[in-house]
Protein backbone atom coordinates (compact mmCIF):
# COMPACT_ATOMS: atom_id res chain seq x y z
CA UNK A 1 0.00 0.00 0.00
CA UNK A 2 1.56 3.27 -1.28
CA UNK A 3 0.80 7.06 0.28
CA UNK A 4 -0.35 9.41 -1.70
CA UNK A 5 -1.95 13.09 -1.40
CA UNK A 6 -5.14 11.02 -2.11
CA UNK A 7 -8.19 12.37 -2.36
CA UNK A 8 -9.81 15.21 0.71
CA UNK A 9 -11.88 13.56 2.76
CA UNK A 10 -14.87 15.74 5.00
CA UNK A 11 -15.97 14.27 8.20
CA UNK A 12 -19.17 15.37 10.21
CA UNK A 13 -20.65 13.30 13.33
CA UNK A 14 -20.20 14.33 16.93
CA UNK A 15 -17.15 15.39 18.92
CA UNK A 16 -17.49 14.86 22.81
CA UNK A 17 -15.35 14.92 25.48
CA UNK A 18 -15.58 11.70 27.86
CA UNK A 19 -15.04 12.39 31.82
CA UNK A 20 -14.00 8.95 33.40
CA UNK A 21 -14.13 8.15 36.96
CA UNK A 22 -13.21 4.56 37.69
CA UNK A 23 -14.07 3.02 41.48
CA UNK A 24 -14.63 -0.10 42.72
CA UNK A 25 -18.78 0.28 42.98
CA UNK A 26 -21.41 2.72 41.34
CA UNK A 27 -23.06 5.00 44.63
CA UNK A 28 -26.45 4.28 44.92
CA UNK A 29 -28.54 7.28 45.52
CA UNK A 30 -27.52 9.82 48.16
CA UNK A 31 -24.51 7.61 48.68
CA UNK A 32 -21.11 9.74 48.04
CA UNK A 33 -18.03 7.11 46.70
CA UNK A 34 -14.55 8.91 47.01
CA UNK A 35 -11.80 7.70 44.05
CA UNK A 36 -8.47 9.52 42.97
CA UNK A 37 -8.97 7.83 39.56
CA UNK A 38 -10.13 10.41 37.16
CA UNK A 39 -9.66 10.66 33.81
CA UNK A 40 -10.72 13.22 30.29
CA UNK A 41 -10.49 11.69 26.79
CA UNK A 42 -11.69 13.64 23.56
CA UNK A 43 -14.15 11.11 21.91
CA UNK A 44 -17.64 11.04 19.58
CA UNK A 45 -17.54 8.57 16.96
CA UNK A 46 -16.86 11.20 14.71
CA UNK A 47 -13.65 12.50 16.35
CA UNK A 48 -12.54 9.50 16.71
CA UNK A 49 -12.97 8.70 12.91
CA UNK A 50 -11.74 12.10 11.63
CA UNK A 51 -8.33 11.41 14.01
CA UNK A 52 -7.83 7.59 12.56
CA UNK A 53 -8.47 8.64 8.61
CA UNK A 54 -5.72 11.36 9.07
CA UNK A 55 -3.21 9.61 11.45
CA UNK A 56 -4.04 6.57 9.11
CA UNK A 57 -2.65 8.72 6.09
CA UNK A 58 -5.86 10.45 4.57
CA UNK A 59 -6.01 14.44 3.97
CA UNK A 60 -9.15 15.54 6.44
CA UNK A 61 -11.44 18.41 7.27
CA UNK A 62 -13.99 18.10 10.19
CA UNK A 63 -17.39 19.81 9.98
CA UNK A 64 -19.57 20.10 13.06
CA UNK A 65 -20.61 22.80 15.72
CA UNK A 66 -19.06 23.04 18.71
CA UNK A 67 -19.14 25.48 22.03
CA UNK A 68 -17.07 28.56 23.00
CA UNK A 69 -16.03 26.78 26.08
CA UNK A 70 -13.04 25.04 26.98
CA UNK A 71 -13.92 21.52 26.62
CA UNK A 72 -14.96 22.08 22.61
CA UNK A 73 -10.87 24.64 22.40
CA UNK A 74 -9.47 21.19 24.01
CA UNK A 75 -11.39 18.89 21.21
CA UNK A 76 -10.36 21.40 18.45
CA UNK A 77 -6.68 21.26 19.48
CA UNK A 78 -6.81 17.41 19.96
CA UNK A 79 -8.31 17.55 16.23
CA UNK A 80 -5.76 19.57 15.26
CA UNK A 81 -2.62 17.94 16.84
CA UNK A 82 -3.58 14.69 14.41
CA UNK A 83 -3.43 16.84 11.40
CA UNK A 84 -7.29 17.55 11.06
CA UNK A 85 -8.20 20.92 9.39
CA UNK A 86 -10.99 22.22 11.71
CA UNK A 87 -11.51 25.87 10.15
CA UNK A 88 -14.71 24.60 9.44
CA UNK A 89 -16.22 23.64 12.25
CA UNK A 90 -18.78 26.03 13.56
CA UNK A 91 -19.14 27.91 17.47
CA UNK A 92 -21.91 28.21 18.96
CA UNK A 93 -21.64 31.10 21.31
CA UNK A 94 -23.20 30.42 24.99
CA UNK A 95 -22.87 26.41 24.04
CA UNK A 96 -20.79 23.53 25.46
CA UNK A 97 -18.94 20.68 23.67
CA UNK A 98 -20.61 16.92 24.28
CA UNK A 99 -19.89 15.88 27.22
CA UNK A 100 -20.38 12.02 28.58
CA UNK A 101 -19.59 11.59 32.24
CA UNK A 102 -18.72 7.74 32.42
CA UNK A 103 -18.46 5.77 35.56
CA UNK A 104 -16.55 2.28 35.47
CA UNK A 105 -16.48 0.14 38.29
CA UNK A 106 -14.19 -2.56 39.59
CA UNK A 107 -15.49 -5.15 37.12
CA UNK A 108 -15.53 -2.75 34.02
CA UNK A 109 -18.78 -2.32 34.04
CA UNK A 110 -19.83 1.33 33.27
CA UNK A 111 -22.97 4.11 33.72
CA UNK A 112 -22.95 6.87 31.36
CA UNK A 113 -24.88 10.24 31.39
CA UNK A 114 -24.56 12.13 28.61
CA UNK A 115 -25.16 15.30 26.96
CA UNK A 116 -24.69 15.94 22.76
CA UNK A 117 -24.13 19.71 23.13
CA UNK A 118 -23.85 21.86 20.74
CA UNK A 119 -23.38 18.81 18.24
CA UNK A 120 -27.47 18.91 18.14
CA UNK A 121 -27.06 22.36 16.82
CA UNK A 122 -25.82 21.68 13.76
CA UNK A 123 -29.11 22.01 11.24
CA UNK A 124 -29.95 21.39 7.43
CA UNK A 125 -29.57 25.22 7.02
CA UNK A 126 -25.94 25.16 8.56
CA UNK A 127 -25.26 22.51 5.91
CA UNK A 128 -26.12 24.60 2.91
CA UNK A 129 -24.90 27.82 4.29
CA UNK A 130 -21.73 25.87 3.94
CA UNK A 131 -22.01 23.81 1.18
CA UNK A 132 -18.61 25.59 -0.36
CA UNK A 133 -17.18 22.94 2.29
CA UNK A 134 -17.94 19.99 0.24
CA UNK A 135 -16.41 21.84 -2.56
CA UNK A 136 -13.33 21.06 -0.93
CA UNK A 137 -13.79 17.44 -0.51
CA UNK A 138 -13.94 14.19 -2.42
CA UNK A 139 -15.09 11.87 0.39
CA UNK A 140 -17.49 12.55 3.03
CA UNK A 141 -17.52 10.32 6.45
CA UNK A 142 -20.51 10.79 8.38
CA UNK A 143 -21.72 9.00 11.86
CA UNK A 144 -25.75 9.64 12.73
CA UNK A 145 -24.50 11.07 16.63
CA UNK A 146 -26.13 14.68 14.85
CA UNK A 147 -29.34 15.25 13.82
CA UNK A 148 -30.84 12.51 11.73
CA UNK A 149 -32.09 15.66 8.98
CA UNK A 150 -28.54 17.27 8.83
CA UNK A 151 -27.09 13.56 7.79
CA UNK A 152 -29.50 13.20 5.47
CA UNK A 153 -28.99 16.80 3.94
CA UNK A 154 -25.04 16.48 3.84
CA UNK A 155 -25.85 13.37 2.18
CA UNK A 156 -27.82 14.41 -0.35
CA UNK A 157 -25.64 17.59 -1.06
CA UNK A 158 -22.26 15.33 -1.32
CA UNK A 159 -24.02 13.33 -3.67
CA UNK A 160 -25.07 16.27 -5.40
CA UNK A 161 -21.35 17.73 -5.99
CA UNK A 162 -19.91 14.01 -6.80
CA UNK A 163 -18.51 13.00 -3.86
CA UNK A 164 -18.35 8.99 -2.67
CA UNK A 165 -20.43 8.85 0.38
CA UNK A 166 -19.16 6.72 3.67
CA UNK A 167 -22.00 6.42 6.36
CA UNK A 168 -21.84 4.99 9.83
CA UNK A 169 -25.18 4.47 10.80
CA UNK A 170 -24.89 4.41 14.45
CA UNK A 171 -26.99 5.07 16.08
CA UNK A 172 -29.62 3.72 13.82
CA UNK A 173 -32.71 5.48 13.50
CA UNK A 174 -35.52 3.69 15.36
CA UNK A 175 -37.59 4.18 11.72
CA UNK A 176 -34.31 3.24 9.72
CA UNK A 177 -33.23 5.06 6.50
CA UNK A 178 -35.30 6.11 3.86
CA UNK A 179 -34.40 4.21 1.00
CA UNK A 180 -33.94 7.44 -1.00
CA UNK A 181 -30.86 8.02 1.04
CA UNK A 182 -29.71 4.68 1.13
CA UNK A 183 -29.50 5.30 -2.71
CA UNK A 184 -26.79 7.56 -2.09
CA UNK A 185 -24.64 6.23 0.36
CA UNK A 186 -21.78 4.69 -1.49
CA UNK A 187 -20.29 2.47 1.84
CA UNK A 188 -21.50 1.82 4.63
CA UNK A 189 -20.87 -0.55 7.97
CA UNK A 190 -23.90 -1.17 10.83
CA UNK A 191 -22.50 -3.36 13.28
CA UNK A 192 -25.05 -6.34 14.91
CA UNK A 193 -27.02 -4.25 16.67
CA UNK A 194 -27.53 -1.51 13.83
CA UNK A 195 -28.31 -3.55 10.69
CA UNK A 196 -30.68 -5.61 13.08
CA UNK A 197 -32.38 -1.95 13.82
CA UNK A 198 -32.25 -1.15 9.91
CA UNK A 199 -33.06 -4.80 8.50
CA UNK A 200 -35.39 -6.01 10.62
CA UNK A 201 -32.96 -9.04 10.93
CA UNK A 202 -31.51 -10.39 13.94
CA UNK A 203 -27.77 -10.74 13.50
CA UNK A 204 -25.98 -13.65 15.37
CA UNK A 205 -23.71 -15.13 12.75
CA UNK A 206 -22.50 -15.71 9.18
CA UNK A 207 -25.78 -16.76 7.59
CA UNK A 208 -28.06 -14.05 9.70
CA UNK A 209 -25.44 -11.45 8.67
CA UNK A 210 -25.74 -12.21 4.71
CA UNK A 211 -29.58 -11.97 5.07
CA UNK A 212 -29.05 -7.82 6.32
CA UNK A 213 -26.42 -7.69 4.34
CA UNK A 214 -28.75 -8.83 1.47
CA UNK A 215 -31.37 -6.53 2.59
CA UNK A 216 -29.71 -3.68 2.82
CA UNK A 217 -28.28 -4.04 -0.71
CA UNK A 218 -32.19 -4.49 -1.67
CA UNK A 219 -32.66 -0.91 0.15
CA UNK A 220 -30.39 0.96 -1.72
CA UNK A 221 -26.89 0.60 -0.41
CA UNK A 222 -24.38 0.10 -2.78
CA UNK A 223 -22.05 -1.95 -0.61
CA UNK A 224 -22.53 -2.93 2.58
CA UNK A 225 -20.32 -4.55 5.07
CA UNK A 226 -22.18 -6.18 8.18
CA UNK A 227 -19.69 -6.72 11.23
CA UNK A 228 -20.04 -9.03 14.14
CA UNK A 229 -17.63 -8.04 15.90
CA UNK A 230 -14.53 -10.57 17.34
CA UNK A 231 -16.37 -12.83 14.37
CA UNK A 232 -14.74 -10.98 11.40
CA UNK A 233 -17.29 -9.11 8.91
CA UNK A 234 -19.48 -9.92 5.61
CA UNK A 235 -19.97 -8.20 2.62
CA UNK A 236 -19.98 -8.42 -1.48
CA UNK A 237 -16.87 -8.17 -3.62
CA UNK A 238 -17.82 -8.32 -7.03
CA UNK A 239 -21.27 -9.51 -6.86
CA UNK A 240 -19.86 -12.32 -4.57
CA UNK A 241 -20.71 -13.07 -0.83
CA UNK A 242 -17.13 -12.51 1.26
CA UNK A 243 -15.93 -12.95 4.75
CA UNK A 244 -13.81 -10.89 6.18
CA UNK A 245 -11.89 -13.04 8.54
CA UNK A 246 -11.13 -11.27 12.23
CA UNK A 247 -7.30 -10.35 13.34
CA UNK A 248 -6.36 -12.89 16.41
CA UNK A 249 -5.34 -10.42 19.10
CA UNK A 250 -5.01 -9.99 22.95
CA UNK A 251 -7.74 -7.93 23.28
CA UNK A 252 -8.18 -5.35 26.40
CA UNK A 253 -10.51 -2.69 25.15
CA UNK A 254 -13.03 -2.85 21.92
CA UNK A 255 -14.40 1.08 22.46
CA UNK A 256 -13.34 2.31 19.32
CA UNK A 257 -12.42 -0.65 17.23
CA UNK A 258 -16.22 -0.09 14.70
CA UNK A 259 -14.74 4.32 14.41
CA UNK A 260 -11.24 3.16 13.70
CA UNK A 261 -12.50 0.19 11.20
CA UNK A 262 -14.44 2.83 9.10
CA UNK A 263 -11.89 5.49 9.39
CA UNK A 264 -9.26 3.29 8.23
CA UNK A 265 -11.26 2.04 5.42
CA UNK A 266 -11.96 5.61 4.50
CA UNK A 267 -8.46 6.39 4.63
CA UNK A 268 -7.40 3.60 2.33
CA UNK A 269 -10.31 4.38 0.21
CA UNK A 270 -8.52 7.95 -0.31
CA UNK A 271 -5.39 6.83 -1.30
CA UNK A 272 -7.05 4.48 -4.11
CA UNK A 273 -6.86 1.62 -2.77
CA UNK A 274 -9.02 -1.46 -3.91
CA UNK A 275 -11.91 -2.33 -1.93
CA UNK A 276 -10.31 -5.73 -0.21
CA UNK A 277 -7.22 -3.44 0.35
CA UNK A 278 -9.32 -1.40 2.24
CA UNK A 279 -10.94 -3.82 3.83
CA UNK A 280 -7.63 -5.42 5.09
CA UNK A 281 -6.17 -2.37 6.01
CA UNK A 282 -9.39 -1.34 8.14
CA UNK A 283 -9.44 -4.89 10.13
CA UNK A 284 -6.03 -4.26 10.79
CA UNK A 285 -6.04 -1.39 12.70
CA UNK A 286 -9.12 -2.22 14.15
CA UNK A 287 -7.38 -4.90 16.08
CA UNK A 288 -4.31 -3.14 17.58
CA UNK A 289 -6.85 -0.67 18.57
CA UNK A 290 -8.19 -3.16 20.66
CA UNK A 291 -5.18 -3.87 22.55
CA UNK A 292 -5.00 -0.23 23.87
CA UNK A 293 -7.28 1.43 26.14
CA UNK A 294 -9.11 4.28 25.13
CA UNK A 295 -10.53 5.56 22.19
CA UNK A 296 -8.53 8.41 20.34
CA UNK A 297 -5.43 6.95 22.52
CA UNK A 298 -6.00 3.61 21.00
CA UNK A 299 -5.91 4.33 17.51
CA UNK A 300 -2.39 3.23 15.38
CA UNK A 301 -0.56 5.20 12.77
CA UNK A 302 0.23 4.57 9.44
CA UNK A 303 3.17 2.74 10.28
CA UNK A 304 2.20 0.14 12.74
CA UNK A 305 -1.11 -1.31 10.81
CA UNK A 306 1.93 -1.50 7.38
CA UNK A 307 4.15 -3.44 9.72
CA UNK A 308 0.94 -5.75 11.20
CA UNK A 309 -0.03 -6.30 7.56
Known sequence: ????????????????????????????????????????????????????????????????????????????????????????ILIEEGSTAGVAMIWVDESGQNSISFTPGANRLLSPADVQANAHIFDQADILLITMEIQTETVYEAIR???SKGLLVVLDPAPAPAGGIPDEIAALVDYTKPNETEAEILTGIKVTDKASAKLALDALKAKGFQAP??????????????????????ITVESIDTTAAGDVFIGAFTAALSMGESFTACLKYAKTAAAISTTRKGAQSSIPNREEVLSVM
Not at 30 to 56: C, H, S, W, Y
Not at 225 to 246: H, M
Request: charged share 15%; aromatic share 10%.
Open 1 to 88: MTQTSGKRILCMGSINIDLVMFMQQFPSPGETIMTDNFQTFPGGKGGNQAVTAARLGGTVSYFTKLGDDGFSQELISKQKEASVDTHS
Open 157 to 159: LAK
Open 225 to 246: IVSLGSQGAVTYVDQEFFWIDP
